[in-house]
C-alpha cells in the first residue's frame, strides 16, 4: 500500500470534513453475530477528544472533497482554491476495518462533496456502508450523510446500512440558504428529511410487530445548522430547531458556530471570533427542550429573542418566572423539580427516589449533588429558614453572578493574540 | 475493635461479612491482606474465602435489596479504595436492618458513599472502553496494557468480548499483574497471568505486525487533521483525556 498517499489523502479529506461537529455514536443496539466485528451498545463511546475539547468517536471523513456546488460558508466550494483528493471505495472500507480492530473508534462518519450528480454520489457512499456490512460483517456505527436531491431508492438502502443518516438544514433559515448557497434549493433538504422520518418511523412500527423486520437508520437521524453566520436570533434558531424536533422527529439538531475560514462580502469578516457562547447557551437551551421538557418559546420569544450570554437558559426562564417559586423539594412533582437552576436530571431523580425515606435537608441535597449556590433561591427544604421577604429576580441574578464568576467566562473568551 | 485480613477477593470479602454476623463482632476494621497497615491495639483475624459463605451472605444481598444494588455494592468493591470494605459493611447491616428498598435512600451516608463510588468505579470501566489501544503482534494477536486506578478489568469484558469476536486479544493490568485473553477460536475470555514481561510484550518492535507502525501514523495524522485550530480549548481537551491516560494513546504520544 502507499502508505504516504493514504496519509495525504486522509490529512485533505479529514480537513474537509471537520465542521460537520457531530460525531455521536450513540442510539443504536447492534449486537455481533456469528463472531462477526463489532457492535453498537447504545450509549456511544468517545475514544478521544481532539485539542478543541469535541469528541472523537467516529472516522469522519468525506469520500472526496471535489464538489460542484458553491456554497459560500464551505471549504471544499468549488470555487475555493484548496487541494483536492477523493478516496477510493477500498480504502474507506480499509481504514475504518482497521481503527475499528484496535479500538481507535466506533464506527464510519462518511460524507462527500457532490463531485457530479447527487444519486452518483450518494450511491458511492451505499456502496461503502454495503461492504462493510456484508462483506466486512462489521457491526460497528456508521453514520452517512443524506446528500441532498438523492432519490428515494438510494435513501431507502442508505437507511438499511447505517444507524444514523443526516441531511444538513446549513442555516437557521430559506432565505439565508438563497443567499449563501445558490445551488440548494430548500426543497432539496426537506425532502430527503420528510422521507427519512416517514421511513424510520414505519421501521420503528414494524419492529415493534416483528424483531425479524428490518431495521432503518436505528439511530435516527440528525441535522446541523451554522450560526452566526446570517442574521437569525436565538429566537429563529430555537424555535426552527423546534420545528425539526417535533416535525421530522430528529434525533439531534447540532450548532456549528461560523468559523470564518473564507473570504465572501455575504460572510462575516475573516478576523470575527467563533462564537463559542452563544453556540454553548444554545445548546445548553436544546438540552431543556429535548430532555427537561421546555418548549422553544418559554426559553426564546418575543420579550426574549435572544439568550442571555451570562446566564444559562434555565436559569434565566426561573428568573422570569418567578411566581412558579420556591418549590418545595419534598412534595413537588419530578417535572418542576428538574426545572429548578441548580438541579440537574440525576439529582431530581435522586432526591424523588430519596424523600420518599423521610423529608430532605439541605445537608442531604447538597450531598444528593445538586448546585445549592443556585438552587437556593429557588426551593424550599426541610430546614429552610423563612425568607425575608420576596427576592427581585435582578438581585437574584447578581448575587449568583458574582458568586459564581461564570466558570464559562474564562473558557469561552480568550484573550486576542497580540501578534 | 477487630482487624480482619481477607485475600482482595469479593468473595473474601464476602465471607468476612459472614464472620462479623456469625462472631457478632461489634466494630471491626477489614482490610486486604496486601493493603493491610499494622494496629497494634486492635485483635487481628484472618478470614479464610469460603465460597459458601460468600455465596449466602450474597444471596442475602439480593433478597434484602435488588440486583441492581447488588451490581452496586460489586463495582464499589472494585473500587479497591481504602476503607471502602467497611463501607460497606455499614451498607450491608443498614440494608439487613429490614428497612423496605433500603437500597434507594440516597439520603443515607452508606447508600450514598457506595452509590458515588460505584460511579467512579464505571466512569473508569467507561474510559478503559474508550483509551484501551490495541497493537497488533506479528502473531496476529492484539495486545493492549493498561494501569487502571480501579481493577475494572472484569467489568470491562463483556464489552470486548462482544465487540471483537473474530479478534485473538490480551489485555494485561500491568499494576495488578493479570490479563484478560480473549481465544477467538473457543469465544471464551480467561484471566491470565504471565508474570514475565508480558506488560513489555507491545513494547518490543520486533513484535508488532509489519503494518501496526502505519496505522498509528495514519490514527495520529486523522486526530491532528480533524481538529479545528480556532476552536483550540486544551482546558476542555485535558478534562475530557487527563494526562494520566496519554500514555495508552497512540495519539497523545
Given amino acids: 500500500m502507499d502508505w504516504e498517499r493514504i496519509r495525504e489523502k486522509l490529512e485533505i479529506l479529514s480537513d474537509a470534513a471537520k465542521y460537520d461537529v457531530s460525531c455521536s455514536s450513540s442510539g443504536s443496539k447492534r449486537v455481533n453475530k456469528e463472531k462477526g466485528l463489532g457492535d453498537t451498545n447504545g450509549m456511544g463511546i468517545c475514544h478521544s477528544y481532539t485539542e478543541d475539547g469535541r469528541c472523537i468517536s467516529l472516522l469522519k471523513i468525506l469520500l472526496t472533497n471535489h464538489c460542484i456546488f458553491d456554497c459560500a460558508y464551505c471549504v471544499s466550494r468549488k470555487s475555493n482554491d484548496v487541494k483536492r483528493a477523493g478516496f477510493t471505495v477500498d480504502e474507506v472500507v480499509d481504514l475504518t476495518i482497521n481503527f475499528y480492530r484496535r479500538n481507535y473508534i466506533e464506527g464510519l462518519f462518511l460524507s462527500s462533496g457532490i463531485f457530479s450528480d447527487a444519486d452518483t454520489t450518494m450511491e458511492r457512499l451505499v456502496r461503502i456502508a454495503r461492504r462493510l456490512r456484508t462483506e466486512q460483517r462489521f457491526n460497528g456505527y456508521i453514520h452517512l450523510k443524506a446528500i441532498p436531491g438523492a432519490s428515494e431508492e438510494l435513501l431507502r438502502e442508505a437507511g438499511l446500512y447505517a444507524d444514523r443518516l443526516s441531511v444538513n438544514i446549513e442555516l437557521p433559515s430559506d432565505q439565508s440558504l438563497k443567499l449563501l448557497a445558490p445551488d440548494k434549493d430548500p426543497g432539496s433538504i426537506t425532502r430527503p428529511m420528510s422521507y427519512l422520518s416517514g421511513a424510520i418511523a414505519a421501521a420503528k412500527d414494524e419492529q415493534a410487530e416483528s424483531s425479524k423486520a428490518p431495521v432503518f437508520a436505528p439511530a435516527g437521524q440528525s441535522t446541523q445548522m451554522i450560526i452566526g453566520a446570517t442574521p437569525e436570533t436565538d429566537r429563529d434558531i430555537l424555535y426552527k430547531a423546534g420545528s425539526l424536533y417535533s416535525g421530522f422527529g430528529l434525533k439531534r439538531v447540532y450548532y456549528s458556530g461560523y468559523v470564518p475560514v473564507l473570504r465572501d462580502e455575504r460572510l462575516p469578516a475573516q478576523e470575527a471570533q467563533v462564537p463559542f457562547l452563544r453556540e454553548h447557551r444554545l445548546y445548553q437551551a436544546d438540552w431543556l427542550m429535548r430532555l427537561y421538557g421546555f418548549r422553544a418559546d418559554e426559553i426564546v420569544n418575543d420579550e426574549a429573542p435572544q439568550l442571555d450570554a451570562a446566564i444559562d437558559p434555565k436559569l434565566s426562564w426561573a428568573l422570569r418566572n418567578l411566581d412558579l417559586f420556591p418549590v418545595d423539594i419534598n412534595t413537588a412533582p419530578y417535572e418542576l423539580i428538574v426545572r429548578v437552576p441548580g438541579i440537574g436530571i440525576n439529582s431530581a431523580k435522586k432526591i424523588v427516589s430519596a424523600r420518599l425515606f423521610g423529608r430532605l435537608d439541605w445537608d442531604q441535597l447538597r450531598k444528593i449533588g445538586i448546585s445549592v449556590g443556585r438552587a437556593k433561591y429557588f426551593i424550599l427544604c426541610r430546614d429552610s429558614k423563612p425568607r425575608p421577604g420576596d427576592l427581585q429576580a435582578q438581585t437574584i441574578r447578581q448575587r449568583i453572578l458574582s458568586q459564581a464568576q461564570s466558570k464559562f467566562v474564562n473558557q469561552f473568551t480568550r484573550q486576542l493574540p497580540l501578534f | ?253
Fill in chain 2, 1 to 253: 475493635m477487630t482487624m480482619l485480613i481477607y485475600d482482595g477477593s469479593f468473595a473474601g470479602w464476602l465471607t468476612t461479612v459472614f464472620e462479623v454476623y456469625e462472631r457478632k463482632l461489634p466494630t471491626v476494621h477489614i482490610m486486604a491482606a496486601d493493603r493491610e497497615t499494622p494496629d497494634a491495639f486492635a485483635a487481628r483475624m484472618q478470614v479464610i474465602t469460603d465460597e459458601a459463605k460468600a455465596a449466602r451472605v450474597w444471596n442475602g444481598i439480593l433478597r434484602h435489596s435488588s440486583p441492581d444494588t447488588g451490581e452496586m455494592i460489586w463495582r464499589a468493591f472494585l473500587s479497591e479504595l481504602a476503607g471502602v470494605e467497611d463501607t460497606l459493611l455499614v451498607m450491608v447491616r443498614y440494608l439487613f436492618s429490614g428497612i423496605a428498598d433500603a437500597g434507594k435512600n440516597y439520603g443515607h451516608p452508606a447508600v450514598l458513599e457506595t452509590t458515588q463510588t460505584a460511579r467512579k468505579v464505571w466512569r473508569e470501566k467507561h474510559r478503559m472502553e474508550a483509551f484501551v489501544r490495541f497493537r497488533r503482534l506479528g502473531d496476529g494477536l492484539f495486545y493492549a496494557g493498561v494501569e487502571p486506578d480501579h481493577n475494572v478489568l472484569p467489568l470491562i469484558a463483556p464489552h470486548f468480548k462482544g465487540r471483537y469476536a473474530d479478534q485473538q486479544w490480551l489485555i494485561y493490568d500491568l499494576k495488578r499483574k493479570y490479563g484478560i485473553y480473549h481465544d477467538h477460536a473457543t469465544g471464551e475470555v480467561r484471566e491470565v497471568n504471565i508474570d514475565t514481561g508480558e506488560g513489555q510484550r507491545s513494547n518490543d518492535e520486533t513484535l508488532l505486525d509489519p503494518s501496526e507502525p502505519a496505522y498509528q501514523e495514519l490514527w495520529k495524522a486523522y486526530f491532528r487533521h480533524t481538529a479545528i485550530p480556532e476552536r483550540k480549548n486544551l482546558k476542555l481537551h485535558l478534562r475530557h483525556v487527563p494526562r494520566r491516560y496519554w500514555k495508552y494513546l497512540v495519539e497523545k504520544r
